[in-house]
C-alpha cells in the first residue's frame, strides 16, 4: 500500500496569499496518478486535480498541481475566501487507492 | 446534471448487518466503475470498496476484506454495499463516488454523494 503524508497540516494564510501544500508518497506513484481534492465543512469532497497537474471541470486556474514520483505539490496561487478547506491528495495508480491525512487551509 | 443519493445508514449493534444503497441518475450508469469511500468522524477519507463498470473487477480495502460486499444492478442505475460483522470502527459517512474513467476503473473520483452515516454502537 503506497502511504500519502501531507504537510503541513495546517496552513494559516490571509486571502490574496499563495498556498503550498505539499503531499509525500512512499513510494514512485505510477504515470503520475496523483488526485487533488477539497473538503468543505458538512461537504462531501470535490475533486479539484487529477493526473498531478490536470484541473477538473470547472475548477478556476488558480488551483495547480505538479510532482511527479514522489513528490507533488498543490498550489492556490491567491486565495479566496471559499479556499478555506481541508485538502486531501490520493494515489490511484496501485490497486486500493490511498489517501493523504489532509492538509487544513484555515484563515489567518 | 449527474446526482448520487445514497440511503442505508443508520445505528447498529456490534456485530449486526446494514445494506447501504446510491441512487445515480444524470450519466450513463452501466459505463462507469462505482466505488464507496468512508470517513469517520473528524478524520480523513479512506476507500472502501469499488466495481468495475460490468461487475467483472471488484477491490476491498483490507480493514472491510471478507466482511464486506460490493455490488450494483445497472438496469436500476444502482449501487449496493452489504456491510456484515460491523464494528466499532466502521462507524462513518460512507460516500458513494463515480469513476471518472469510462468503462475502465481508474479509482479516480469525480462525483460523490453526501453520504450516509453508519454508526456501529451497542
Known amino acids: 500500500e503506497i502511504v500519502l503524508t501531507q504537510s503541513p497540516g495546517t496552513l494559516s494564510l490571509s486571502p490574496g496569499e499563495r498556498a503550498t501544500l505539499s503531499c509525500r508518497a512512499s513510494?514512485?506513484?505510477?504515470?503520475?496518478?496523483l488526485a487533488w481534492y477539497q473538503q468543505k465543512p458538512g461537504q462531501a469532497p470535490r475533486l479539484l486535480i487529477y493526473?498531478?497537474?490536470s484541473r477538473a471541470t470547472g475548477i478556476p486556474d488558480r488551483f495547480s498541481g505538479s510532482g511527479s514520483g514522489t513528490d507533488f505539490t498543490l498550489t492556490i496561487s491567491r486565495l479566496e475566501p471559499e479556499d478555506f478547506a481541508v485538502y486531501y491528495c490520493?494515489?490511484?495508480?496501485?490497486?486500493?487507492?490511498?489517501f493523504g491525512q489532509g492538509t487544513k487551509v484555515e484563515i489567518k | 446534471e449527474v446526482q448520487l443519493v445514497e440511503s442505508g445508514g443508520g445505528l447498529v449493534q456490534p456485530g449486526r448487518s446494514l445494506r447501504l444503497s446510491c441512487a445515480a441518475s444524470?450519466?450513463?450508469?452501466?459505463?462507469?466503475?462505482m466505488h464507496w469511500v468512508r470517513q469517520a468522524p473528524g478524520k480523513g477519507l479512506e476507500w472502501v470498496s469499488g466495481?468495475?463498470?460490468?461487475?467483472?473487477?471488484?477491490g476491498y480495502a483490507d480493514s472491510v476484506k471478507g466482511r464486506f460486499t460490493i455490488s450494483r444492478d445497472n438496469a436500476k442505475n444502482s449501487l449496493y454495499l452489504q456491510m456484515n460483522s460491523l464494528r466499532a470502527e466502521d462507524t462513518a459517512l460512507y460516500y458513494c463516488?463515480?469513476?471518472?474513467?469510462?468503462?475502465?476503473?481508474?479509482?479516480?473520483?469525480?462525483?460523490w454523494g453526501q453520504g450516509t452515516l453508519v454508526t456501529v454502537s451497542s
Open positions: 463516488a463515480k469513476d471518472m474513467l469510462i468503462r475502465t476503473s481508474g479509482s479516480l473520483f469525480d462525483y
Open positions: 444524470g450519466f450513463t450508469f452501466d459505463d462507469y466503475a
Open positions: 466495481i468495475s463498470w460490468n461487475s467483472g473487477s471488484i
Open positions: 513510494q514512485s506513484v505510477s504515470s503520475s496518478y
Open positions: 493526473g498531478a497537474s
Open positions: 490520493q494515489q490511484y495508480g496501485s490497486s486500493g487507492p490511498t
